[in-house]
């Protein structure tokens, strides 16, 4: 039988969509312990859609799968009316299946961002001896970062789980990044800000392998977010022994009385 014969049919436990996702790195190092919702599958496919609480508290619906097959989702009303029902604050899909779903849903604004992951200890750095674990003031380090970073994804203070990492230079930091909880056991890592005038130097490459051993030593993973357009990152993310686990975009469905949230810094 064809995909396109095969129907939608409801996922029943959180079993079942982890099967289902064939091992995907996103249902590895992002599936949510606790989900809102198991979702729904295209039978005899890896065609999958959940949704969870990200680790920002907000409801995302992820979907997964083959283009061909996840077009059997998007073509009919299963998916539309589960998720008019849960009603998510966004909805996150790999970019090459994402155009039937914008349809589909009605999606708008969002952006293209790679998931990375990693399992591996970074090489060694050579500015990593120089970083250390923040203990000072959290306003110097939340004005460290707004200075050059003007629009930052994470800011000391936003989790009681976070774990800052700097380097110093005189007494001042010229360098920072953190942890922080992500939808999984792995952490997230983030953050990763230096000094405009002292760039080139390695230290952002320090700081990011020095955050990512002790995310293995805790967890045995650490994974990242960044933007598909920011190849400078990505780059030095790969050299640092990442993997790019999922080419996504997510988008906000239009409804009265809310606009689609402007692109964040990541």
Not at 78 to 104: C, F, G, K, M, N
Not at 106 to 117: E, I
């Amino acid at each position: 039988m064809s995909a396109s014969g095969r129907g939608v049919e409801p996922l029943s436990s959180r079993d079942e969509l982890v099967a289902a996702t064939a091992d995907h790195p996103f249902a590895r190092f992002d599936l949510a312990q606790t989900l809102v919702d198991p979702g729904l599958r295209v039978p005899g496919t890896d065609a999958v859609a959940w949704a969870q609480h990200w680790a920002d508290g907000r409801l995302g619906v992820i979907v997964l799968g083959d283009p061909d097959d996840v077009g059997v989702l998007a073509g009919g009303d299963s998916l539309r009316s589960w998720v008019e029902r849960l009603a998510p604050d966004h909805v996150t899909a790999p970019v090459d299946i994402y155009a039937p779903l914008q349809e589909a849903l009605g999606l708008r604004g969002g952006n293209a961002w790679d998931r990375m992951w990693t399992t591996a200890p970074p090489p060694p750095i050579a500015a990593e001896g120089d970083v250390a674990w923040h203990d000072g003031d959290a306003a110097e380090l939340t004005d460290f970062v707004r200075t050059h970073n003007p629009q930052p994804h994470a800011l000391p203070g936003q989790h009681p789980q976070q774990r800052w990492a700097v380097v110093r230079d005189a007494g001042r930091v010229v360098a920072c990044g953190c942890t922080e909880p992500g939808n999984a056991d792995p952490p997230l890592l983030g953050g990763i800000v230096v000094d405009g005038s002292l760039r080139g130097r390695g230290l952002g490459a320090a700081v990011t392998a020095y955050l990512t051993r002790d995310g293995l030593d805790r967890t045995g993973a650490c994974i990242l977010g960044v933007f598909a357009d920011n190849d400078h990152a990505r780059t030095l993310y790969e050299r640092l022994g990442y993997r790019v686990g999922l080419r996504a975009r997510t988008g906000f469905q239009v409804r009265a009385g809310r606009r689609a949230p402007s692109r964040g810094a990541r």
